[in-house]
C-alpha cells in the first residue's frame, strides 16, 4: 500500500513538472521564403515549394516533402545554414 502511495505521488510530481515546462523557442531570426520569424516557436509550419530558409537561430529546421511535417526529409537546415528546397512543411526543433 504504501509504495502504492509513493508511486501515485511521484507519478503526479512527474506529470507536473512535465506540464510546467515553458514552451520552447528558437532563438533568433529565421526567413521563410522572405518572410522573417523571429523567435520561432518549435513545431510544424506550412510552406510553399519550392521552400526558401535562412536559419539564424540556434536551432535545426527539417523541410519536409508532405504537408504537416509527414513524408521525407529533403533538408535539415542548421543554424547559420541557408537552403533552398522542394518541401510542403517545415518543423523548428
Known amino acids: 500500500m504504501r509504495r502504492r502511495i509513493v508511486g501515485t505521488v511521484l507519478l503526479a510530481a512527474a506529470v507536473m513538472f512535465a506540464l510546467a515546462v515553458p514552451a520552447q523557442a ?3 531570426l529565421l526567413v521563410v521564403n522572405g518572410v522573417p ?6 513545431g510544424c509550419y506550412p510552406a510553399t515549394s519550392p521552400v526558401s530558409l535562412e536559419n539564424f ?9 508532405a504537408a ?10 542548421g543554424p547559420d545554414q541557408s537552403v533552398e528546397v522542394f ?6 526543433l
Open 26 to 28: 528558437a532563438t533568433g
Open 57 to 65: 537561430t540556434d536551432s535545426t529546421v527539417l523541410v519536409h516533402s
Open 87 to 92: 518541401g510542403a512543411s517545415y518543423f523548428v
Open 37 to 42: 520569424h523571429e523567435n520561432p516557436q518549435r
Open 68 to 77: 504537416n511535417c509527414r513524408g521525407p526529409v529533403t533538408a535539415q537546415v
